[in-house]
């Protein structure tokens, strides 16, 4: 059973950073995607950053030009760089990879959580 480890979240004041790290247990293959959703206290989980095989990367409007999400396929891991961080960017952040096979078949691995709590 793969698992994906996050790391890297915490406390931070209004205008600070954070880095948050997701590491597969095992190589994954196939992997379609790789990204990062958010889930804050009493809301749906949503998308935050999301990066192809490819390198291609999309963002929700709220976190362009302060967060920047980033891969390492060969150790299966996906970062994202929290900078400007505001009091509304505060959840439980989740990595996810999304694989699709060559029979088209879809998997979704998503980490167990780790929260993150902006101050103003």
């Known amino acids: 059973q793969v698992q994906l480890v996050e790391s890297g979240g915490g406390s931070v004041q209004a205008g600070g950073s954070l880095r948050l790290s997701c590491a597969a247990s095992?190589?994954?293959?196939?992997?379609?995607?790789m990204g990062w959703y958010r889930q804050a206290l009493g809301k749906q989980r949503d998308v935050v950053a999301t990066?192809?095989?490819?390198?291609?990367?999309n963002y929700v409007d709220s976190v362009k030009g302060r967060f920047a999400v980033s891969r390492d396929n060969a150790k299966n891991t996906v970062y994202l760089q929290m900078n400007s961080l505001k009091p509304e960017d505060t959840a439980v952040y989740y990595c996810?990879?999304?694989?699709?096979?060559?029979?088209?078949?879809?998997?979704?691995?998503w980490g167990q959580g780790t929260q993150v709590t902006v101050s103003s």
């Open positions: 095992e190589r994954i293959s196939n992997i379609y995607t």
């Open positions: 990066i192809t095989s490819g390198g291609r990367t």
């Open positions: 996810n990879i999304n694989t699709l096979s060559g029979l088209g078949l879809r998997n979704n691995y």
